[in-house]
């Protein structure tokens, strides 16, 4: 296992040392530090393929923190053209912080000219430039945690934002699963179109895939194909582009600074304003609420 | 910018990152282009079969599987809102109190889109009603992480008389009896409301299942289930106007019909009358 520290690129404050290793499979996910606020990095993967948070910076004491790397083709060899990107910068300061990764292209599944992913007062949201998946064009300003999920195969998530205890928030760009939780899905058969698909596409493997008739199957055959056992409980690979944390903003969603004044209010208001109509008028309503959509799903429930 | 020394170096590994590209190329294909068109038709939905144990340090989820605890309870059950709904547009802590302790995760997508009541307002925060248990728990979301809408619906269900009403902008636009839970396994009153609907192949007593933010007082699991009770029709006509379920609201076809149409977070108000 080979590890080097990037040297800092430009701020003094660039603190966090960024290592890329390929790992056998297995080990465990090399993305595991904690979300610090008011923090970035442009590109990690795990699974068959470990890289550690590239370009990562944090500003711990809000002073502004910014990285800048061209490219990292020199890891991937022969398969630059398979995951490349071109110009990685992450930077982050008080409240805020952002990512960009340039010429994206995943796996020859999803490629896009511009990822920037960007938190600023504890809200965020991503941009995707000429970005498409499978040839299909991806949605320039997705909606946070919009997911294109053909599981147990493939998932792709796109500015996926979780909001921590704290309030500080952060925001995903791009994750691309692949075999995403299989293991709950092994006996799914495979449609038809799935079936006809597998015959050309084993050669990509060097190998055959006998017998595929489920998911299980895909499972067992790129286990053997690849020679090393898959977890079928765990994604087989997982890439993640753009991440950016920030603290909270004020609050009150408008971004003014001018607070609320509640930070006194633990549980002095638990249920106060129960029932309060006028209350909840307070609430400016945009439009109507959609109907339903009926889903599938098992929820055994009272009968 | 970093010198080519500086930059990271992996141990080669042709045959595994050759795999993993064969590995999504493979799929890639397998899958074509249905990634853009959501789910394959008649594939399982996200919702999830159950809830596993959080991690240890790890706010619970809250959701219909789940039981939140330090959450403030409903203190007003009787009380209509003005119709405002909101969804989570993220991930987000539920407060149990405007700034107070977080004690629970909110997810987007439950059954479907979450759409939750809005029974209270602060600057900058939202109460709503929470679909797990206890009954009548209640929590606060910040208002940046949640999109706002307004239902002009409301369901009054009777227990006492057996009635459930449809409303609309304050106007009765169906009204059926309909069969409730039976003594040792009451409907419980309270103030709840639309949480999803589903269709379950598993089962075929109802075409679509309308479960609702509230579970059975007695049925801590039912079916393999965590005892939610739900709105839904029923193969026989003779359990309308009866007291012979295990907690659910018995409906004809033909009010399951409009109320699939209701917009999720529809304010769902069971009194004992």
């Known amino acids: ?303 | 910018m970093a010198s080519p020394e500086d930059r990271p170096r992996t141990s080669r590994k042709p045959l595994l990152i050759g795999a993993v590209v064969g590995v999504v190329v493979i799929l890639a294909a397998v899958i074509g282009f249905a990634a853009l068109s959501g789910p394959p038709d008649g594939s399982p939905s996200g919702i999830a079969a159950g809830e596993l144990a959080p991690a240890a340090g790890e706010l619970p989820l809250s959701s219909t599987y789940t039981t939140v605890d330090g959450a403030p309870q409903d203190s007003a059950v009787d009380a209509k809102t003005s119709g405002v709904v909101v969804h989570p547009i993220r991930e987000t802590p539920v407060h149990d109190a405007p700034n107070g302790r977080a004690i629970a995760r909110m997810e987007s997508t439950q059954i479907g889109d979450t759409w939750l009541p809005v029974i209270g307002e602060d600057q900058g925060w939202v109460q709503v009603l929470l679909p797990s248990k206890p009954n009548g728990s209640t929590g606060w979301l910040r208002s940046q992480d949640v999109e706002r809408a307004n239902t002009p619906y409301l369901i009054n269900v009777h227990l006492e008389s057996k009635k459930l009403q449809l409303l609309r902008d304050d106007k009765v636009v169906g009204e059926w009896t309909v069969g409730i839970g039976k003594e040792s396994a009451p409907t419980p009153a309270g103030r709840t409301f639309l949480l999803g609907a589903f269709k379950d192949a598993k089962q075929s007593y109802s075409p679509v299942i309308l479960p609702l933010g509230a579970h059975s007082p007695t049925h801590d699991t039912f079916g393999g289930g965590p005892g939610t009770v739900a709105i839904h029709t029923w193969p026989t006509d003779d359990v309308y106007g009866t007291e012979t379920s295990d907690g659910c609201i018995r409906v004809p076809p033909d009010a399951l019909d409009q109320l699939t149409r209701v917009p999720l977070g529809t304010l769902v108000m069971i009194d004992e009358d």
Do not use: W
């Open chain 1, 1 to 303: 296992m080979n590890t080097k520290k990037l040297a800092g690129v430009g701020a003094a404050a660039f603190t966090a040392a960024t290592a890329v290793t390929a790992l056998l499979l297995g080990s465990t996910a090399a993305v595991a530090q904690e979300a610090a606020s008011d923090s970035a990095f442009a590109l990690s993967a795990s699974g068959l393929l470990n890289i550690d948070p590239i370009s990562y910076v944090e500003s711990p004491d809000g002073n502004a923190a910014e990285n800048q790397l061209a490219g990292i083709g020199d890891v991937l060899g022969e398969h630059q053209s398979a995951i490349g990107v071109g110009v990685l910068t992450a930077e982050a300061r008080g409240g805020a912080s952002e990512t960009s990764v340039t010429k994206v292209n995943l796996l020859q599944l999803l490629r896009a000219d511009l990822v920037r992913t960007y938190c600023e007062d504890g809200d965020g949201g991503m941009e995707i430039v000429r970005g498409t998946l499978l040839g299909r064009d991806l949605p320039e300003t997705p909606v946070p945690s919009q997911v294109l999920d053909v599981s147990p195969l493939v998932k792709l998530t796109l500015n996926d934002q979780v909001r921590h205890e704290d309030g500080s928030l952060t925001v995903t760009g791009i994750e691309l699963t692949v075999l995403p939780g299989a293991g709950e899905n092994l006996d799914r058969v495979l449609t038809s179109d799935e079936r006809a698909a597998l015959p050309e596409l084993t050669g990509l493997l060097g190998t055959e895939l006998p017998a595929v008739n489920t998911v299980g199957d895909v499972v067992n055959g790129v286990t053997e194909g690849l020679g090393v056992q898959v977890d079928p409980s765990r994604p087989v690979q997982t890439i993640t582009v753009g991440s950016a944390t920030c603290s909270a903003g004020d609050g009150d969603g408008n971004g003014d600074g001018n607070g609320d004044g509640n930070d006194d209010g633990n549980g002095d208001d638990n249920g106060d304003d129960n029932g309060d109509a006028d209350e909840a008028a307070e609430v400016v309503a945009v439009g109507t609420a959609p109907a339903p959509q009926v889903m599938d799903a098992s929820l055994p429930v009272t009968g």
